[in-house]
């Protein structure tokens, strides 16, 4: 059992006057009944900054149409809105209740109140609210509070993965984040999970939300110890780690795409990857010939493999460029055609290969090869 952790709700109201841009998102509360939800409450009673702001309003979120910087999104039958301010982003709902039609279905939503729409969602420590403007006091009516100070996740209802399977994905992502342990009850109701009746984008959007965590691995690892996704490889976890670790320091850090390169490691790598990986080049030339086809991310993926050699590559070679042109070539009587290409291709891997270095030594080789006086490599 965790620890007991030390949250003061009775901060919230300060907390909340901090907010940047509190002053215009409280004009949407003269209008609407309307509340900070779910994960912004969450994160600001464990003291996360920066988290994302979501509000639910009662009514209809038309009436706040005029707002500066307020945007009306239309999301099936509701009005939703979100509100920008410089780079604060503000996501706008209309508070709802669900109901589902069958297990893994899309719920069928309407108005509700704000009572309802926290019932709706998906975990206790996510089913908070705090008003914008009367009564500035925590709504918790499902005990969130309480579980998140003795670090538990705990659903909300007996059929909660039975109505959205997806849900044991996410638990695994909070478990991961914020050091959760699922409570008895719920650790039992995974067994209803049962992820063949949702569709695959809906999976796939939930990995990608897994790629974006600070620690991907330790989600999988409990996907996998939980037993709610067959489909996913064993050896997922080590390898994400690997992928991650590598995406966060010189030479991938900038240049790779971590979401992709982890989203990439979570499934089974291709095989035309593992062959990259078990690759073993005599020279940088054919290093770099075996790279370049590839996306950083694949790149990537084959370096936790165990292909060290692209370290080199993303630091060093592929930034090798000539000094001289096609247009040198047909300045020198070579006519356009292949043969230009094959010069340049000739004068880089000499170059990357340590052979010949300057500009003259460039037009010379790739002069010889475009003319047939030496072959092409």
């Known amino acids: 059992m965790p620890g007991s952790r030390e949250i003061d709700p009775a901060r919230l109201p300060e907390l909340v006057g901090a907010l940047p841009g509190i002053e215009t998102i409280r004009e949407i509360a003269e209008r609407l009944p309307a509340y900070l939800v779910g994960g912004a409450v969450r994160d600001l009673l464990l003291g996360i900054e ?21 945007e009306l999104e239309r999301e099936g039958l509701f009005l939703t809105g979100r509100l920008e301010l410089g780079e604060l982003k503000v996501d706008i709902a ?18 509700a109140s704000i009572g309802d729409d926290l019932r709706r969602r998906d975990f206790t420590v996510n089913a908070m609210a705090f008003p914008l403007r009367a009564q500035e006091q925590l709504i918790d009516p499902h005990g969130g509070l309480e579980d998140l100070r003795s670090g538990l996740l705990r659903v909300l209802h007996e059929r909660s993965f ?85 995406a966060s320091a010189p030479p991938w850090a900038g240049w790779v795409d971590r979401r992709l390169a982890v989203m990439l490691a979570i ?53 090798v460029r000539l000094e001289i042109t096609g247009d040198d ?42 003319r047939g006086e030496i072959p092409e490599d």
Not at 95 to 102: I, K, L
């Open 329 to 370: 070539l047909i300045a020198e009587g070579i006519p356009e055609g292949p043969a230009i290409g094959e010069g340049l291709q000739a004068a880089r891997s000499g170059k990357l290969d340590g052979e010949i270095s300057g500009r003259e030594e460039e037009l010379r080789i790739a002069l010889a090869v475009a």
């Open 162 to 246: 039975v109505d959205d399977p997806t849900r044991a994905l996410r638990a695994a992502r909070y478990a991961a984040r914020f050091g959760l342990e699922l409570d008895p009850g719920t650790e039992k109701l995974l067994a209803d999970a049962d992820l063949s009746t949702v569709s695959d984008d809906r999976i796939q959007n939930e990995l990608q939300r897994t790629a974006a965590e600070e620690d991907p691995a330790r989600v999988l690892r409990l996907i996998l110890d939980w037993g709610v996704m067959p489909s996913l490889d064993p050896a997922a976890p080590d390898r994400v780690a690997e992928v991650a670790r590598l």
């Open 50 to 70: 920066g988290a994302d702001l979501d509000v639910a309003v009662e009514g209809d979120a038309e009436a706040l149409a005029d707002i500066p910087g307020f």
């Open 94 to 111: 209309q508070a709802r209740a669900e109901v589902y039609p069958r297990p893994g279905a899309l719920p069928e939503v309407h108005p």
């Open 267 to 319: 499934v089974r790598p291709l095989p035309q990857i593992r062959e990259l990986a078990e690759a073993t080049p005599e020279r940088p030339s054919e290093g770099v010939r075996r790279a370049e086809p590839w996306d950083p991310a694949q790149l990537l993926v084959a370096r936790a493999l165990g292909a060290e050699w692209l370290d080199r590559y993303a630091e060093e070679l592929r930034h």
